[in-house]
């Protein structure tokens, strides 16, 4: 019997290293999105704020 709950203790001890290996990768995968979300954000607002510049400098040089 010490063979096969030596076996089982392996199977368990590979099943929570995957486990924790899958884990792991969900958690990168998330920080990776989030990253991604954050700098399609920061572009958006850069955008933003570049076609108001120009909106902006479009009506001052009508003024003039």
Do not use: L, P, W
Request: aromatic share 2%.
């Amino acid at each position: 019997m010490g063979f096969m709950e030596d076996a089982k203790k392996n199977i368990a001890e590979a099943a929570e290293n995957t486990a924790d290996a899958i884990k792991d990768g969900v958690d990168r995968a998330k920080d990776k999105a989030e990253e991604m979300s954050a700098e399609a954000d920061v572009k958006k607002a850069e955008a933003e704020r570049d076609a108001v510049k120009a909106r902006n400098d479009v009506k001052e040089a009508t003024r003039d």
